[in-house]
């Protein structure tokens, strides 16, 4: 095993945070060859024995759109649950939720867009009409007693409409907390972002009335900032961070969309800020080399680089 790195605490820092790994859906979904449904339930199963509690498993989504999660129904219903993690997943409409709902999730997401072009290119309308497919989602989940969190994407970046007005994503996350979701993750989808620009796009949501108690951060490593912006985040208090075992991802609507920030590189900083993560390095880098050599490629991970060489 690696040696880990010297942790060495900041003032003002969170004392423990929140991984949302993102791996078996975002990372998987934009991948061309179908992975083997054996391969993603292995992947969820080692990605908990590394001891993440957050496993964003798949996505009740029409196969016609994204045909690598054709098998959200069966992989939900052979998943291991265990207690103390929960197994999210992604519904991008009433017909998937009634599909989760009947392979027994009890955690959801939604998908809204911060910008008019990407929710015409990805959801097939705007971005109020997003909102509106999105609501009667959450409010029937919500009744239901599940946990509803809410995606916003190109809240930093659009690669059709360029600059971001730091009030788009705002107003979004205000409504999607108005309409009950519990957290709201920001999403860098193009990976544009950097430290000071994460600072405005908080303090504009925040002025929106969203607690920052109620948001997470989801960003792409297209420019190497992620890690960065991820300190930018923890010294404005976020406390939940997405991300995706050995880097693995993107997004198949936005061409200029790489990869997830890596899980492996997230936990090797936290660490050595002497934040708390409870993650096995050790595991969740076996785990992303075994996943490579299943996707025939290396993983974008620095950490998962450094430790296999």
Same mark, same amino acid.
């Given at each position: 095993?690696?040696?880990?790195?010297?942790?060495?605490?900041?003032?003002?820092?969170?004392?423990?945070?929140?991984?949302?790994?993102?791996?078996?859906?975002?990372?998987?979904?934009?991948?061309?060859?179908?992975?083997?449904?054996?391969?993603?339930?292995?992947?969820?199963?080692?990605?908990?024995?590394?001891?993440?509690?957050?496993?964003?498993?798949?996505?009740?989504?029409?196969?016609?759109?994204?045909?690598?999660?054709?098998?959200?129904?069966?992989?939900?219903?052979?998943?291991?649950?265990?207690?103390?993690?929960?197994?999210?997943?992604?519904?991008?409409?009433?017909?998937?939720?009634?599909?989760?709902?009947?392979? *027994?999730?009890?955690?959801?997401?939604?998908?809204? /867009? #911060? !910008?008019?072009?990407? =929710?015409? $290119?990805? &959801?097939?309308?705007?971005?109020?009409?997003?909102?509106?497919?999105?609501?009667?989602?959450?409010?029937?989940?919500?009744?239901?007693?599940?946990?509803?969190?809410?995606?916003?994407?190109?809240?930093?970046?659009?690669?059709?409409?360029?600059?971001?007005?730091?009030?788009?994503?705002?107003?979004?996350?205000?409504?999607?907390?108005?309409?009950?979701?519990?957290?709201?993750?920001?999403?860098?989808?193009?990976?544009?972002?950097?430290?000071?620009?994460?600072?405005?796009?908080?303090?504009?949501?925040?002025?929106?009335?969203?607690?920052?108690?109620?948001?997470?951060?989801?960003?792409?490593?297209?420019?190497?900032?992620?890690?960065?912006?991820?300190?930018?985040?923890?010294?404005?208090?976020?406390?939940?961070?997405?991300?995706?075992?050995? *880097?693995?991802?993107?997004?198949?609507?936005?061409? /200029? #969309? !790489?990869?997830?920030? =890596?899980? $492996?590189? &997230?936990?090797?900083?936290?660490?050595?800020?002497?934040?708390?993560?409870?993650?096995?390095?050790?595991?969740?880098?076996?785990?992303?080399?075994?996943?490579?050599?299943?996707?025939?490629?290396?993983?974008?991970?620095?950490?998962?680089?450094?430790?296999?060489?």
């Amino acid at each position: 095993m690696a040696t880990l790195p010297d942790p060495h605490p900041r003032t003002g820092l969170p004392a423990e945070v929140t991984i949302y790994e993102v791996g078996p859906r975002d990372g998987l979904q934009a991948e061309k060859a179908i992975v083997p449904l054996e391969t993603k339930l292995l992947l969820i199963d080692r990605l908990a024995d590394a001891g993440l509690t957050v496993i964003e498993t798949t996505s009740f989504v029409s196969p016609r759109w994204v045909p690598q999660l054709a098998d959200a129904d069966e992989l939900f219903a052979r998943l291991r649950r265990r207690p103390g993690i929960r197994y999210p997943v992604l519904v991008p409409n009433r017909r998937g939720l009634d599909r989760a709902l009947r392979a *027994g999730a009890d955690e959801v997401a939604v998908f809204v /867009s #911060a !910008t008019e072009r990407f =929710a015409a $290119e990805n &959801l097939g309308t705007t971005r109020d009409g997003a909102i509106e497919m999105a609501a009667p989602v959450i409010r029937q989940a919500t009744a239901g007693g599940l946990r509803v969190r809410g995606y916003v994407s190109m809240c930093w970046g659009d690669p059709w409409e360029g600059r971001v007005d730091p009030e788009q994503p705002a107003q979004v996350a205000a409504r999607l907390l108005e309409l009950g979701c519990a957290t709201v993750s920001l999403g860098d989808t193009i990976g544009v972002a950097t430290a000071g620009h994460v600072r405005v796009v908080l303090d504009a949501v925040e002025a929106a009335d969203v607690p920052r108690s109620k948001i997470a951060l989801h960003f792409h490593d297209t420019y190497g900032q992620a890690l960065a912006n991820v300190l930018a985040g923890l010294e404005a208090g976020i406390t939940e961070f997405d991300s995706s075992a050995g *880097g693995v991802g993107g997004c198949p609507y936005a061409r /200029s #969309a !790489t990869g997830n920030l =890596a899980t $492996e590189d &997230l936990v090797w900083m936290l660490e050595g800020l002497g934040i708390s993560t409870g993650v096995d390095l050790d595991l969740l880098v076996r785990t992303s080399r075994w996943l490579a050599g299943e996707l025939g490629r290396p993983a974008p991970s620095r950490v998962v680089a450094a430790w296999s060489g």
